[in-house]
């Protein structure tokens, strides 16, 4: 297996070509701008020197992330347009979690990575993950954190940190003169990463190599599903958001950690209690246990979907492949945790999916009086194609058809 792997996340960018767990080539490529015009001539730079073809790639690594906002992205949308043009095999992988795995990789006798990068606006994006079978497990979750909090979050899960090896901006050092050197740093308020030296770990290089190996486990995400781990929001999207609500800005949205933390995954029937419980919340004529039991179940028809956070199941996402159409039967969200976009991330995990599977039209039913989901579904360019008259036993409500093209075709006019 050729696996052709790229870290754009930082300003040190990192390039590697590997077949079956042996490096074949690999190139550094430092940018003081955007990775918009190199990215690619590096690339075929790197297959020149491994002296292999572009469509003989059969997976691409790449980091989605944390890092800089126009780094990961420029990366993993290039792994994405790669990946789905050349029907290669798609490996998002954390930026914390492939220096650490680079780290450990230089380290044998060390078994905890602390990578750190610089996040600017006095924050870090931290982590601390241990060896495992050939990658790394976290022990403490990626995360953006002032400077000040971070060597606390750092001391409370590493019992020993003269053991573990540090990479930031991003030297390797192992902490011995390190420790002691921190905290000194952080009590001046100095930032603490301008004191290190530049050289970010072989990130790329990991992560081409490990992905031959099955004990590794980095896992596939189809093209499509594949998104950037920001850890927070942009300045521009902060600022976007703010504009979008000038009068009262929600500020449950900017919590982007959160957001990261929220997990989209196929729901199966162990979630029923939870699922039960949102359904009883949001619909005055829920549907009975045992017809959502049903709709739990994976086959080839029903591909339901959760939204979880922590554990929790905080919302679903019901539907049926009817043909070549997505019909979505039910979308709800905890009360408590709507307008936080969990509803977005469930619909577009299930449009991706859908278009993936190359279904050509979505389509759903709403109550006429149910203006927060027209007005949802609208947003995700649902339009209305024709009506039920008294669908709703309950209300005598009508139902509202709304379709959406997948992919290029187009929605039905009203009927
Ligand atoms: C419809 C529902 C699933 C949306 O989930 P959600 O997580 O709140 O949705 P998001 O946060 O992703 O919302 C995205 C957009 O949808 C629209 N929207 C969502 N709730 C809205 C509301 N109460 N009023 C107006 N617009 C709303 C907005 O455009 C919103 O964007 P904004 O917050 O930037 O204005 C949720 O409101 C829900 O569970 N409702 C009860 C169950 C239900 O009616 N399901 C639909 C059955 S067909």
Not at 228 to 234: D, E, F, I, N
Request: with cysteine; hydrophobic share 50%.
């Amino acid at each position: 297996m050729l696996i052709l792997a790229f870290d754009t996340a930082t300003a040190w960018g990192r390039f590697a070509l590997a077949e079956d767990g042996v490096l074949l080539a690999s190139l550094p490529h430092n940018v003081s701008g955007s990775y918009a015009d190199a990215l690619l001539p590096v690339v075929q730079r790197l297959l020149t020197q491994g002296g292999r073809r572009l469509d003989e790639v059969d997976a691409i690594g790449v980091t989605c992330g944390p890092g800089s906002f126009t780094g990961v992205r420029i990366g993993l949308a290039t792994a994405k347009g790669l990946a789905w043009a050349l029907g290669a095999r798609l490996l998002p992988v954390s930026t914390l979690a492939a220096m650490a795995a680079a780290l450990l990789a230089d380290w044998p006798d060390r078994d905890l990575a602390v990578p750190i990068l610089d996040a600017r606006r006095d924050e870090v994006f931290a982590a601390v993950y241990r060896r495992r079978d050939g990658w790394v497990e976290p022990v403490a979750a990626p995360a953006a954190l002032p400077a000040q909090v971070w060597w606390e979050r750092v001391t409370a899960v590493v019992p020993a940190p003269d053991a573990a090896v540090w990479g930031g901006n991003g030297v390797a050092l192992v902490v011995g003169e390190g420790p002691s050197l921190r905290p000194d740093l952080l009590s001046r308020g100095e930032p603490v990463l301008r004191a290190w030296t530049a050289a970010h770990p072989a990130t790329a290089q990991a992560i081409a190599v490990a992905a031959a190996d099955p004990q590794a486990g980095l896992a596939d995400v189809h093209p499509f599903r594949a998104v950037p781990l920001y850890l927070r929001a942009s300045e521009a999207e902060v600022k976007r958001r703010l504009d979008l609500t000038p009068a009262a800005p929600d500020l449950a949205r900017l919590d982007d950690a959160a957001v990261a933390r929220l997990v989209i995954r196929p729901g199966r029937e162990a979630d029923l209690p939870l699922v039960e419980r949102i359904e009883r919340d949001s619909f005055g004529d829920p549907w009975p246990t045992a017809a959502l039991r049903d709709e739990l179940n994976q086959d080839p028809l029903r591909r339901p979907l959760v939204a979880e956070r922590e554990g929790r199941v905080i919302g679903y996402l019901m539907a049926w492949r009817a043909g070549d159409e997505l019909h979505v039967l039910n979308l709800a969200v905890a009360p408590d945790e709507r307008r936080r976009g969990t509803g977005t991330r469930l619909l577009e995990a299930a449009l991706a999916a859908a278009i993936a599977d190359g279904l050509r039209l979505a389509t759903l039913e709403v109550r006429i009086g149910n203006a927060p989901a027209r007005s949802f579904y609208v947003r995700h360019g649902f339009v209305e194609s024709g009506r039920r008259l008294r669908y709703y036993r309950d209300t005598g409500e009508d139902a509202l058809i709304m379709t959406r093209p997948l992919a290029g075709g187009r929605s039905p006019g009203p009927a």
